[in-house]
């Protein structure tokens, strides 16, 4: 029973660290067709979002199954409640993607401008966004928790980019108001990436409570929470 129970775990491990990496491409393909307003990558974007959804369906049942035949408890069942919800948010990731590649697609063909750019931060807050989701996968690989929590902080960055967005782009559609319509439509992909940095955190917070049982939900500054001592992380099983 063990090695069958370690073989289903593996699989699903695997399952979910190609999950990652396609959602990761996802992103990482729609963020590099932003600046040159390349609607064939966006297209290949909203084609490929197909398997995010049919890998998605696919893994819940690999993980519902799991639960059903094997009645797993402590960390055997930290983990598969941790991959149903990492799965979740993973799939939610690649909305977003899937999100800013139809932005992308509605806007003419021209380049996005530079300046613009460059004073909202726009391609930073990608660069963040790309890197959070690639360390959480790290994080889960060689399940490390410092590389988890390190994620909370990463996103802060993303938040506050977010924000000063918004005061960047009224200035923009004022001075250029035939292209007001494209700011307000430009904000919903600041607005996508920021929450696409919600989710990751959400994936930090698996990982951790799968490897330390720790729930950090509601734990609010998260970058602090830590368990006070054994006798609670084992209540928390």
Known sequence: MVKFVDEELLKIRKEVLDMWTLVYEQLKNVCAALPTSD??????????????????????????????????????????????????DLERIGDFAEGIARFVIRQDSRPADPGLLADTRLEEMA??????????????????????????????????????????????????PDRAAYCIDLKSVFLRLERAGDHITNLAEEIIFYIDA?????????KEAAPENEADEMGKE
């Open 127 to 176: 660069r963040a966004v790309l890197d959070m989701l690639l360390t959480s996968r790290l994080a889960l690989e060689k399940e490390d928790i410092t590389l988890a929590r390190s994620l909370f902080e990463k996103d802060s960055v993303v938040d506050e980019i977010n924000r000063a967005a918004t005061e960047h782009l009224a200035s923009y559609a004022a001075a250029n």
């Open 214 to 222: 720790e729930v950090l939900k509601h734990a609010g500054d998260k």
């Open 39 to 88: 609607k064939e990558r966006a297209w290949d974007v909203l084609i490929r979002e197909r398997r995010v959804n049919a890998s998605e369906l696919k893994l819940d049942c690999d993980v519902e199954d799991f639960l059903a035949l094997y009645t797993p408890v402590a960390v055997d069942l930290r983990f598969a409640l941790a991959m149903l919800k990492i799965n979740t």
